[in-house]
RNA sequence: GCCCGGGUGGUGGAAUUAGGUAUACACGCGAGACUUAAAAUUUCGUGGCGCAAGCCAUGCGGGUUCGAUUCCCGCCCCGGGCACCA
């Protein structure tokens, strides 16, 4: 017998199929439903690690699988090449950054070819390919004519070691998504994309998909939506009028409790109180006891306006570090309850969040700890308006409504609607802001927007794009956006719209490349549309979508506004992309850390391929734990040998054939088709595979050609060159990858005879072999006899018993 | 604090969808065969305690049931999401 030499198997193989393009998938083959999988495609870092493998060569598995149950399986790959890493390269070694990924590219594209997977190359795509980001260009341009990308000065997250704008999606835990470095406040003029126009079916047609729950919870929550009431509060001041004030809360009920308000320090009534009345400089110092300077009793706003310097300053996350709440109180300005007519006082508190709501609440001390221990602190009064059972200090729960007036007696949940009915108005409030996607960085896709003489934006139209990106920047960080340097741009511009006319020179968020890239894979050439009408078609939406779980609320949430967007735009059909999710786990290094260099646990693939072979390798990942788990999975030197064990002891199979067919063997066989099936399709790869493993041990002796040939198809999709190999050493015609699925017989799965154990009061005390005919008297009989459980029986006498066919028997012998 | 997952041998994990022989498969470990020897391969064994009968084991404590890893109640721990969100 040959030597399993997987090097020269696997690179014979992997030639023949790129010469075959035995992957190329059509738009359309008769008599074939389209499937389309698709995994998340690759920044191109540099080098393929084994969490690229994870990531893509086990859904291989799911997509050959797919394809020899008889579908036309689009499997497509890509690379989302725009990114700081090229800029940052761009920077250090003074190398421009498209080399930088092209070279990157083509390295990775190279090992991809070695992993082995039926990605169709002719559909492969990169997002910096100007007739790529044409289309990414042109969608911004139909946002921005549509009101759905806009400009607004606002406070945004900056990063200081990125130098750039980051999403609220990419900032984690007050942190860069990319690099950790805490994110900063700061005010700036921004593009953002109203993705929050969606908040609502965002939320909503998440019901409709085949999605993990965990993963819907997670974006729901990212959306935040809050159903509760708005009240106005009038504002009377001595000088000067202002809008009345609104408050959000989802505890109307409590309206009768509130004694005083709050607002964001961001909140406008602050800023228009400081230009009416202006801070007086040391006024504080200056007055007498009693306040009163130059015979005018002066208010404290220049208190205030330090108040409002000192909260813009502090990050996010110092503001909450400081769990102490701090306020001023705004003076000469009340605000009139709305039920009793109460003046109460207003004051600007840092914990109030303009972001969210309106930017200013009713405070409630006695049901809400956070008021409490600002009243506690400021000496407001406290009144409490509902009783119930816990004795907190601070009772937040619903109850019975007291210190309410008419409304004393209800309970809450009533009283908020009573009290919202007559004094305010139901709302929704969301926690989703719009997102920010200008980068003051290189490279990436420009924003594709002129600005006339006067500062107005206007679009690129659609004959100038691609708006390409110019080559003649400077990368050195100097605060200002890299193409701010480009004559080139400068001069195009001027050049197309005339005189006075400038470029927006800001880049997109990444994330933008990234939300529509699954429509070109299905029309990657088109040079007339993004994808025609026919491909979206029989391509869209995605029936399968893996990756990771780091996208839950940032990729996947983009990708599903981008495409509402541009369907209420006429560009796609349908609501939603992916039909189906799944969020794979983590592979950890030997030790159980994340691999990392300098914990010195990473795992290199190539070295792997090397030595044990790409099917092992992918083998192995797909029998590590259940691939549709968010685990963390450690890498086990000892569990890919045995794997790798596993597939010589597959090749060994081919020297053992036998003539005849065993009868079990074939059983078993057809109980192994079953299993596998199964498994796959439930992306239980682990348990497909302990499946075949099972059959190996049993029938590697015993098997014949015909029975080989099966397994050898069983076992294609997560071995493709082995089997390949065997399947024309075993004389197969065309690729074993071609072939169908194999069925199985249900006649073939019943057994002749059944193993039934035998419980005394639910504990096994034996278990008898008896023919499957058998029925329950003849199986009870033999169950009575069985010699360990007569002896039980004998001392206490059966009172009754529970049969289950086919399973067990258990005889009760007390009450 | 709130919301999701999860906790099973020495290890990764099966069985949890419908309550029905817990620990499949693999790693590791032990013993044997082959070999001058080792490696490789192969055969057998392997949850714990016990000579055995048997007892105890699915994070902990209760409950329902003839029977609970699975269902219910109350905790503990680990991972993740959200979080001064009104």
């Known amino acids: 017998m040959k030597e399993y030499d997987h090097k020269k198997i696997e690179t014979k193989w992997q030639k023949k199929w790129a010469a075959d393009e035995l992957y190329k998938t059509p738009d359309k083959v008769k008599g074939k439903e389209n499937f389309y999988t698709l995994v998340e495609f690759p920044y191109p870092s540099g080098n393929l690690?084994?969490?690229?493998?994870?990531?893509?060569?086990?859904?291989?598995?799911?997509?050959?699988?797919?394809?020899?149950?008889?579908?036309?399986?689009?499997?497509?790959?890509?690379?989302?090449?725009?990114?700081?890493?090229?800029?940052?390269?761009?920077?250090?070694?003074?190398?421009?950054?498209?080399?930088?990924?092209?070279?990157?590219?083509?390295?990775?594209?190279?090992?991809?070819?070695?992993?082995?997977?039926?990605?169709?190359?002719?559909?492969?795509?990169?997002?910096?390919?100007?007739?790529?980001?044409?289309?990414?260009?042109?969608?911004?341009?139909?946002?921005?004519?549509?009101?759905?990308?806009?400009?607004?000065?606002?406070?945004?997250?900056?990063?200081?070691?990125?130098?750039?704008?980051?999403?609220?999606?990419?900032?984690?835990?007050?942190?860069?998504?990319?690099?950790?470095?805490?994110?900063?406040?700061?005010?700036?003029?921004?593009?953002?994309?109203?993705?929050?126009?969606?908040?609502?079916?965002?939320?909503?047609?998440?019901?409709?998909?085949?999605?993990?729950?965990?993963?819907?919870?997670?974006?729901?929550?990212?959306?935040?939506?809050?159903?509760?009431?708005?009240?106005?509060?009038?504002?009377?001041?001595?000088?000067g009028e202002f809008a009345d004030l609104e408050v959000f809360t989802t505890r109307p009920d409590t309206l009768y409790g509130v004694t005083y308000l709050a607002v964001a320090p961001e909140h406008e009534l602050v800023s228009q109180l400081l230009a009416a009345e202006g801070p007086v400089k040391s006024s504080s110092k200056d007055a007498d006891a009693n306040g009163v300077f130059n015979g005018v009793k002066i208010k404290n706003y220049d208190k205030v306006e330090m108040y409002v310097a000192q909260a813009e300053a502090k990050t996010e996350r110092e503001r909450q570090e400081n769990k102490e709440k701090t306020g001023v109180k705004l003076e000469g300005v009340v605000a009139v309850h709305p039920a009793t007519g109460a003046e109460i006082p207003i004051f600007v508190a840092d914990y109030v969040l303009s972001g969210y709501g309106t930017g200013a609440i009713m405070a409630v001390p006695a049901h809400d700890k956070r008021d409490f221990a600002f009243a506690e602190k400021y000496n407001i009064t406290i009144t409490p308006v509902v009783e119930g059972d816990a004795d907190d200090k601070v009772f937040t729960g619903q109850g019975t409504i007291i210190n309410s007036g008419k409304f004393d007696g209800l309970p809450s949940a009533a009283a908020a609607e009573k009290i919202t009915k007559k004094f305010g108005q139901k709302e929704t409030t969301y926690r989703l802001r719009d997102w920010s996607v200008g980068r003051q960085r290189y490279w990436g896709t420009p924003i594709p927007i002129v600005y006339d003489p006067d500062g107005k934006p206007h679009a690129v139209p659609e004959e100038y794009l691609p708006w390409e990106l110019p080559d003649d920047v400077d990368h050195t960080p100097s605060g200002e956006p890299p193409l701010a340097s480009s004559k080139k741009l400068k001069e195009r511009t001027e050049k197309i719209f005339g005189t006075g006319w400038t470029p927006e020179v800001e880049t997109m968020d990444t994330f933008i490349d990234s939300s529509w890239y699954f429509l070109r894979y299905i029309d990657p050439d088109n040079s007339e549309d993004f994808a025609s009408q026919s491909a979206r078609d029989t391509w869209m939406p995605v029936d399968f979508y893996s990756g990771g779980a780091e996208h839950t609320t940032m990729h996947l949430l983009y990708a599903r506004f981008f495409y509402k967007a541009l369907a209420d735009l006429g560009f796609v059909d349908g609501e939603e992309p992916f039909k189906r999710r799944m969020n794979r786990g983590l592979i950890l290094g030997p030790d159980g850390n994340k691999m990392s260099k300098s914990k010195g646990n990473v795992i290199d693939p190539d070295d792997q391929v090397e030595k044990v072979g790409g099917d092992s390798v992918r083998a192995y990942l797909a029998f590590i734990g259940p691939y549709n788990e968010e685990g963390t999975y450690p890498w086990d030197m000892g569990g890919i040998a045995g794997v790798r064990r596993f597939l010589e002891r597959a090749w060994a199979m081919q020297s053992n054939l036998v003539d005849e067919p065993d009868e079990s063997i074939e059983q078993k066989l057809h109980q192994t088709i079953k299993s596998v099936t199964e498994d796959t399709k439930a992306l239980k790869f682990n348990t497909a595979l302990s499946a075949m493993m099972e059959y190996v041990n049993e029938a590697k002796r015993k098997t014949t050609k015909e029975q080989f040939r099966v397994f050898l198809r069983l076992l294609a999709p997560f071995a493709p060159h082995i089997t390949e190999e065997l399947w024309h050493e075993l004389g197969g015609e065309g690729s074993v990858h071609q072939q169908a699925w194999p069925e199985y017989d249900e006649k073939a799965l019943v057994v002749e005879e059944v193993t039934i154990a035998v419980q005394v009061n639910g504990t096994v005390r034996g278990e008898i072999k008896i023919s499957a005919k058998a029925d329950e008297k003849e199986i009870l009989a033999a169950a009575r006899e069985e010699e360990n459980v007569a002896k039980y029986l004998e001392s206490n006498p059966e009172i009754r018993h529970i049969y289950v066919p086919s399973r067990l028997v258990n005889f009760v012998t007390r009450k």
Not at 153 to 179: K, P, Y
Request: aromatic share 16%.
């Open 49 to 239: 690690h084994l969490g690229h493998w994870y990531a893509f060569a086990v859904p291989d598995i799911y997509a050959r699988f797919q394809r020899m149950t008889g579908k036309n399986v689009l499997f497509p790959m890509g690379f989302d090449a725009f990114g700081l890493p090229a800029e940052n390269a761009a920077i250090k070694h003074n190398l421009d950054p498209r080399k930088w990924t092209d070279q990157n590219i083509e390295y990775m594209t190279r090992q991809l070819e070695r992993m082995g997977a039926s990605f169709d190359w002719a559909r492969s795509l990169r997002t910096t390919d100007p007739d790529y980001y044409r289309w990414t260009q042109f969608f911004f341009t139909k946002f921005f004519e549509n009101n759905l990308a806009y400009q607004k000065e606002a406070t945004v997250n900056w990063c200081s070691s990125c130098q750039t704008v980051l999403a609220n999606e990419q900032v984690i835990n007050g942190e860069c998504e990319r690099c950790d470095t805490e994110v900063t406040q700061k005010e700036m003029k921004q593009w953002f994309l109203r993705i929050s126009d969606y908040a609502d079916r965002l939320a909503d047609d998440l019901d409709n998909l085949d999605w993990p729950e965990p993963i819907k919870v997670a974006q729901k929550s990212w959306v935040g939506r809050q159903e509760g009431t708005q009240f106005s509060f009038q504002v009377t001041a001595e000088t």
